[in-house]
Each structure stands twice: as C-alpha cells, then as structure tokens.
C-alpha cells in the first residue's frame, strides 16, 4: 500500500473519529434518538472496512467488537447506556492510537477497553444476553424473475444456491410457462421456483437473497409449521396458481439428499428426473455403439432427454440430430482412414515392414558380452536393453531408463500383426488403414470376393 | 478457475481498494478509468463481472451499462454499481438500464466480496 494511500485514509480516519466522537456525546444527550445510533454505528463500520482495507487489522479487529456493540443498540437489543455509550468513547480513543501508531504495543490496553465494553453491554442487555434459542422455521417461498433476468446479468442457480445455503432446501421447477420451442427466446427467462426450506433464518435473510432483483419479480414467502420437517410438507399442494401446472415430486423423496445435489434444478428437470439422478444411481446409457467405434469416451452423458418433455415435436428433432451427428461420427471414422492396399500391394506393405521389424528385434537383443543394466524400469517392464553405447540406439524403447516392452507388446509389432490380418481379409481394392491400425482400430472385414 | 472482474471509476484510490480486497479472495482484476475505456476492456477481453462507478468523466457509468447491454457478447455478463444511499433514483435508472446489482458507499471489502458472491455464484 503506497504512502499516499495510507495518508489518506488516516485523514479520512480522524475525521471518522471525530464523527464519532460526536455522536457518542451526543447519544448521552439523547440515548432515545435512532439517527444518532445509526450514524455512530455507520462510522464504525467504515472505520472497520477502511481499515482492514488499508491494512490497519489491529484498528479492523477492534473496532470490530464496538461495531458489534452497537449493532446490537441499532436493532433494539440493548438501550444506549451510559455506560456503554462511555465505554465506545473510551475505546475510541484507543482506536486513534491504533490509527496513529499502528505498531505500537496497544494489546493490553485493548483488552481492558473490551472487557469493559463487554460488561456494559452485558449490564445493559441483563437477561436478555443469554443466547436465543434456535427456531427452526418452514417456509414456502415461490418466486419468478422477469423475462430479462439472464440479459441483465441475473443467474437463478446463484439464487437457489443461496437459498440452500440457509437451509435445507426442496427446489421444484414450474416449467409451466415454457413455451414451444419454435416461440423460445433463449435470452428470456420462463421458469418459476417452488421451494420449501427448513431454516433457522427469518424472512429478511430470505428476502436477502432476491434484494437485486425484488422490485421486478413476483415473491411469495409464506411460513408454514415450525415444527414440520421438509419432508413432511413435500405431501402439501405447492403454493402455485391453479392453471400452474407444477412438476409431480414423490413424497418419499428425502429432503437432504435434493438439498445437496449438486445438479442445479434450475435447467428444468422435472422432479422424477432428480429423483433419478440423487437416488437411483443410474450410469449414463449409451446405446448407439460410439464408443466401441471411436474408441473414445463420449464427451458427455446423454441426458435423459425425452423424459423431460412430453412433446412430440421436440422429440423428433432430438432423435434427428442425433441420427444425423451419428452419421456425422462415422463419416469422420471414414476420413481417418488412409487407403493402404491401393497405395501399395499388400505384399509391398508386408516386405516393407517386415525387415525394418526384424532389424528392430535384432538390435534389441543384448549383445553376449555386454552387461545387462541393472537399474529398476520405470514402467514395470524388465530391461533388455544392452548397456553397451555402440549397440543401443538413443531414441524409442531403449531410451535410457525406459524399460522395453516384450517385443510382442510394441507397437511397431502389434501394428505389423493387425496389418498381416488385414491384408489377409482385404481384396487388393479393399481400403485398410495403417494409421487406424496402428491406433488399435479393427478394419471391418469383408467377405472375400 | 478464477473469475475476472473489471473494475470501472475514475478515482484510482477506489481502483486500487477495490483492486486489493477483490485480488485477497482470490479474483482476477482489472481495471478502466472510465466508461468508455471500459467497453474497450470489455471488448478486449471477457470477464466474468463488472463492478462501476456511475460519475465518471468522459462516459458515465449508466451510459456504459446501456452500451453494453446491447452488445451481445455483453449479454448476461453481471454488472454491479456502486452508489450512495440517498441515491435511489440513480439506482432505478441504473436498473432500468441492465444493472445486475448495486454496492452502496460506503463499503468494507468483506460487503464488496460478499456481493461478488453473489451474482457470481462462487
């Protein structure tokens, strides 16, 4: 942090603190007057912010415990006594040295000032400081967020995340507004949100969650039985309007094991579709044989596409685009695929490997005077390799420190084996292809002619 | 993988607390002068959120946030404004014209992050 950042931030400290101090003279005036206790309380919580920003942590850290102190007076939990009030002004002038020197030695002295500070809260709350009892409350929020929430920047799984946050959540989609995939805007938002969360949070900690987005959307939050769990109100008709046609949920659905899916309903899955993924278990189907053909892994699982939409249109364009990328995919194998025996005979192909293996396997065989290495493989493999310079070559298997495969393992070898067969299968106008060979694919037999 | 932020006022001093309390939680920053070299930070590269300040010399921040929502690569990018409590009307305005959020002034960098948080959703 520069110089100049620092000292403008202590300028700006000093007269925070005078502020301050001037409330807090004020408030034993006035103990009664909110504005008073609103602006001391703004004052120390920018002393606070400032500070840590700047780097003053023991000035953060401690005007921390006053901040406190007079949150509690700004929402009503304790009066504004005078000794209370004292013991702010008492800790305000700790806070100028903090500020000052900040380091000087002040632990001491701030311990005093806190402990102090704590006892006239604690005199000034009485009974009231014990800590509150923890209530579990129900509640039924249901919301929609305009039509331009996703242009402007609003994400609703953000939303959902944090209402999982408070409790534990049962999130139901209402698709009921999605129209036609012909009418969809994809920038427009159609989804609305039943949920019921089991939290200790009051309703302005809800409410908390939509403040960037309430005055433009449609929010119901209603507390339902605070002694029902999620799960015994999953049964209870959802707060939906009745032409809403709200997604069937199972009610022996846990409330847990949604709450913490990590797959956001927020895409539109129905409820059975959640149900399937957190409980059944299900492995991704693949019934179309591309990964036996590509030998590749599928990028992605497909997704249980039909059960989430009951229309017929849309399910005919599903099924034709994946009819035609699985055409698309198996053109692509095709163009992989060099023609060899056009290229060359299938014998020319054979004797040109033939010896370029046979001279390989030559020279991998240990010389017989040469000493075996005897260092460990790195790949599990015994060392073949001679240790003799002028009969091991630099590059391949025989790299220094890499172990050689059996020679029936190599690739080069395995490549020549499937090619043989290969050639043996093929008619001199069959395509085969060497590099997909050597890839480990199998050439599709053909009958001979 | 780390969000990036671009961070939009005129007062460097902002910049660099903003700059500072955004880098310590672990978000990539960057930062324009004013609206105008906003979009061109914006154009340039793409980030994840853009925090602005609305008084700005040579293009204000509501100005900026109208021209980015109508470039469709802007579309949906979270944009958050910083602003004073008495400054309700500006903030209807700056709604209206595809604000995402709004941070009031004064803030500590534990707010700043904490409304990160949230419209980012990480």
């Known amino acids: 942090m520069s110089e100049e950042a620092i000292a403008v931030f202590q300028i700006e400290a000093r007269e925070n603190l005078e502020l301050i101090e001037q409330g807090l003279l004020d ?71 903090l500020m000052e020197d900040p380091s000087g030695d002040h632990g001491a002295a701030g311990d005093v000032l806190l402990a102090d500070l704590e006892r006239a809260v604690r005199e000034a709350d009485g009974a009231a400081c014990a ?59 159609y989804l609305a949100w039943d949920v019921t969360l089991h939290s200790d949070q009051g309703r302005s900690a809800i409410e908390d969650v939509f403040i960037f987005v309430m005055d433009d959307m449609n929010l119901s939050i209603e507390a339902l039985d605070e002694t029902a769990a999620p799960e015994t109100v999953v049964d209870a008709t959802p707060v939906l309007p009745a032409e809403a046609a709200p997604v069937p949920v199972a009610p022996v659905q846990p409330a847990q094991t949604v709450a913490n899916d990590p797959i956001d309903s927020s895409a539109a899955k129905t409820g059975q579709g959640r149900r399937e993924r957190a409980g059944s278990g299900r492995t991704p189907r693949r019934t179309d044989g591309s990964r036996r053909r590509t030998g590749h892994r599928p990028v992605a699982p497909e997704p249980d596409r039909h059960s989430a939409s009951s229309d017929t249109a849309l399910r005919s364009v599903s099924e034709e685009i994946e009819r035609l990328s ?124 | 993988m780390t969000a990036s932020i671009l961070t939009v006022d005129d007062s460097p001093s902002i910049r660099v607390a903003l700059k500072i309390a955004l880098t310590n939680a672990g978000y990539s920053v960057a930062e324009a002068g004013n609206g105008a070299e906003g979009i061109e930070k914006a154009k340039a590269s793409a980030f994840d959120l853009i925090i602005t300040d609305l008084n700005m010399p040579v293009m204000d921040g509501l100005t900026m946030i109208e021209e980015m929502r109508r470039m469709p690569e802007q579309m949906g990018v979270p944009i958050v404004f910083l602003t004073t409590e008495s400054d309700e009307g500006m903030k209807a305005r700056a709604k209206a014209a595809g604000a995402t959020g709004w941070l009031t002034k004064p803030f500590d960098p534990d707010q700043l992050v904490r409304i990160a948080r949230k419209v980012l959703g990480r």
Not at chain 1, 138 to 158: C, E, H, S, V
Request: aromatic share 6%; glycine share 6%.
């Open chain 1, 27 to 97: 408030l034993l005036e006035r103990p009664e007057d909110r504005d008073l206790v609103d602006a001391v309380f703004r004052g120390l919580h920018t002393l606070k912010g400032s500070g840590s920003m700047f780097g003053f942590d023991a000035l953060a850290g401690f005007t921390h415990h006053c901040e406190t102190a007079f949150d509690r007076v700004r929402k009503g939990e304790v009066a504004a006594t005078t000794d209370l009030v004292s013991a702010v002004l008492a800790a305000r002038d700790h806070m100028r040295c």
């Open chain 1, 131 to 189: 800590v509150p009892a923890v209530v579990m409350q129900t509640w039924r929020i249901r919301f929609d967020l305009p039509a331009n929430a996703f242009k402007n920047g609003t994400n609703p799984q953000a939303l959902l995340a944090e209402i999982r946050d408070l409790g534990e959540a049962l999130v139901i989609a209402d698709t009921s507004r999605v129209p036609p995939l012909a009418q969809i805007d994809p920038t427009d938002h």
């Open chain 1, 326 to 449: 699985g055409e698309l995919r198996d053109t692509m194998m095709v163009l992989r695929m060099v023609p060899v025996a056009t290229c060359f005979p299938a014998s020319a192909v054979w004797s040109t490997i033939w010896p370029a293996r046979r001279a390989r396997s030559s020279s991998c065989r240990p010389t017989a005077n040469a000493p075996r290495s005897t260092r460990p493989s790195s790949n599990g493999w015994p060392i073949h390799w001679s240790t003799s310079s002028a009969t091991r070559p630099t590059t391949g298997w025989n790299r220094p420190g890499i172990a050689s495969p059996p020679a029936s393992r190599r690739p080069a070898a395995f490549a020549c084996r499937r090619i043989s067969r290969a050639a043996r299968w093929s008619s001199p106008s069959a395509t085969t292809a060497a590099v997909s060979i050597a890839n480990g694919f199998a050439p599709r037999r053909r009958p001979r002619v």
